[in-house]
C-alpha cells in the first residue's frame, strides 16, 4: 500500500532534549517536506527536499534540521526543543512538487 | 504582502446542496492551485489540482475553477452529503518549490 509512514505517533518531550521523528515513503517519491499545523495559522512549511541530498527552508526553519540521505527518508530533528515547537506535525511525499500530496497520519509533540 | 485566503467562518449547508468554497490569493503567480481534505487529527488528504492554462476541472461531484485574473478559485460540491463534512485546505505553489496553504474551511453537511 502506498503511503508516509511518521513515527512516533504522540512525543511528549522536555525542554531542551533532542528528538527526531521519522518519516519514510514508499512512493519513490522526489520531493518530500514537513509541515507544522496550529490552530488558526494553518499548515506552514518547515523544510522542503527536492531529492536526495537536496534541503530548503520552508517558512519556519528555526530550530529545525532535516536530512535527506536516502530517497525514501525525510527525519526532522529537533535539536533543542521549546515549548513553542508544541504542534501538529506532518510528513507529505509527491512525484514532483507541482504533483498531489500524500500525507503521513501526523505527530503530535508536546514539549514541557 | 502574499496571502491565500479561504473563509474563515464555517460553511454550514443543508444535505443534497451544492457547497462552494473560496481560495482567494495575492501576489502570488502560482503555476498550479491544490485542494484537500482534512478530517481531524488526520494528514490532509488530495482531492483536485488545476493548473493556470486550465479554467475548470471536474472530479466526480466536486468541481475546481482557477481564475488567474481574479487571483481566485473555487470550489464546488454538488449533490452534498453528511460525510463530506471536513475541513478543505487550498494550496498553491509559489514556483520556488514551496507549497503554501490556506488556513482551511470548516464544511458542515447537515442531514
Known amino acids: 500500500e502506498a503511503q508516509v509512514t511518521q513515527n512516533p505517533r504522540y512525543l511528549i518531550t522536555v525542554t531542551g532534549k533532542k528528538l527526531t521523528v521519522t518519516c519514510s515513503q514508499n512512493?519513490?517519491?522526489?520531493?518530500m517536506s514537513w509541515y507544522r499545523q496550529d490552530p488558526g495559522l494553518g499548515l506552514r512549511q518547515i523544510y522542503y527536499s527536492m531529492n536526495v541530498e537536496v534541503t530548503d527552508k520552508g517558512d519556519v526553519p528555526e530550530g529545525y534540521k532535516v536530512s535527506r540521505k536516502e530517497k525514501r527518508n525525510f527525519p526532522l530533528i529537533l535539536e533543542s526543543p521549546s515549548p513553542n515547537q508544541t504542534s501538529l506535525y506532518f510528513c507529505a511525499s509527491s512525484f514532483l512538487r507541482n504533483t498531489e500530496a500524500f500525507f503521513g497520519q501526523g505527530t503530535r509533540l508536546t514539549v514541557v | 504582502s502574499q496571502k491565500i485566503e479561504q473563509n474563515s467562518e464555517a460553511l454550514n449547508i443543508q444535505e443534497g446542496k451544492t457547497a462552494t468554497l473560496t481560495c482567494n490569493y495575492t501576489n502570488y503567480s502560482p503555476a498550479y492551485l491544490q485542494w484537500y481534505r482534512q478530517d481531524p487529527g488526520r494528514g490532509p488528504v488530495f482531492l483536485l489540482l488545476i493548473r493556470e492554462n486550465e479554467k475548470e476541472k471536474r472530479k466526480e461531484r466536486l468541481k475546481v475553477t482557477f481564475d488567474t485574473t481574479l487571483k481566485q478559485s473555487l470550489f464546488h460540491i454538488t449533490a452534498s452529503q453528511p460525510a463530506d463534512s471536513a475541513t478543505y485546505l487550498c494550496a498553491l505553489d509559489n514556483q520556488g518549490g514551496k507549497l503554501i496553504f490556506g488556513q482551511g474551511t470548516e464544511l458542515s453537511v447537515k442531514p
Open positions: 512512493m519513490n517519491h522526489e520531493y
